[in-house]
């Protein structure tokens, strides 16, 4: 029997490193959360973003993230923040720099944690960040959060398990208030090993990376939240006659009811000319060559834009799985206040 879940108030929701909106879609298949501004640097992903959510503001640098800056946009609430950070500094096809690499954002993230003071967060990065600098990066992460008084579980959800056709893992991070939540509850209904958990982060990953955290800081706080690894059940159920949950249909890459210049993944073909056979033509023709060519490196910047976009984003129905175990958790919270 699944457990009962006691209907919340919609949740205000801050998106931060939104690319082209992944995150917010997987709440809107979840459910009961609102997003109530972006904060996204890329200017391609922005005109998603103001195509796709035109009522919600943009604030396109993380840095400028403040209550203040949040108030001159309108927000005055934030329940939750969710924030898919860049992953180049921890990803294993990379230098692998973490800490040291310029686009490591989680300095920020925690500056704005601290000061708006969410009751939880959602954070999305790659398995690398398991592994960055031998596990000491996410004990640190795993601290930071403790040292703001959140319980953490954490997992690996692959977009296989909801129906792509690349595995495309990624580790999710969930942060809730501890100050809200009873000590040890038991989440077991709903643990499920990931695939391949364990060779990314070594046998027992969630305990040893406990274990590495308590050590490398000799001050720890008055009361450690707790750390749990693999509380985020993948998805198992379907509908409908593609396999899929009916619920994710609309938002499956492959689904014709997104938009072709959003989806398109080839780039139209030109025949090129040698300057020779260019002088050749009038003087008309080398015009209207002229303007053919120059659309045609306009849709290959547009192609190119799209692609990284894509590359990029977060799949929304791996982002639905991890806000229902977030709503989980906060009906679980709110019954045992």
Known sequence: MSEQITPLETQKVLDLCSGIGGFTLGHTISGGFETVAFCEINSYCQQVLNLRFPQVPIIPDMHDITTESLTRVGVTEVDGIIAGLPCPPFSLAGKQKASKDDRNLFGEFFRILCEIRPQWAVVENVPGLLVAEGGEFFSGVLWEFA?????????????????????????????????????????????????????????????????????????????????????????????????????????????????????????????????????????????????????????????????????????????????????????????NS
């Open 147 to 335: 040292q703001s008084g959140f319980d953490v579980q954490w997992g690996i959800v692959s977009a296989a398990s909801v129906g792509a056709i690349h595995k495309r893992e990624r580790i999710w991070i969930i942060a809730t208030n501890s100050q809200s939540s009873r000590r040890g509850t038991s989440w077991s209904q709903y643990e499920k090993e990931w695939t391949n958990a364990a060779s990314v982060g070594g046998g027992d990953v969630g305990n040893s990376s406990t274990n590495r955290l308590q050590r490398q800081h000799s001050r720890e706080p008055k009361q450690i939240p707790s750390v749990e690894y693999g509380a985020i059940a993948q998805c198992t159920s379907s509908g409908g006659d593609d396999g899929f949950p009916t619920g994710l249909g609309g938002c499956l890459l492959t689904h014709t009811g997104l938009t072709d210049w959003l989806c398109a993944a080839t780039i139209p073909g030109f025949s090129r000319l040698s300057r020779r056979e260019v002088a050749a033509l009038t003087l008309f023709c080398q015009r209207e060559y002229g303007q053919l060519y120059a659309q045609y490196l306009a849709v290959r910047r547009q192609h190119k834009q799209q692609l990284m976009a894509l590359g990029n984003a977060i799949v929304p129905q791996c982002a639905a799985l991890v806000f229902d175990r977030l709503k989980q958790i906060l009906s679980q919270q709110q019954k």
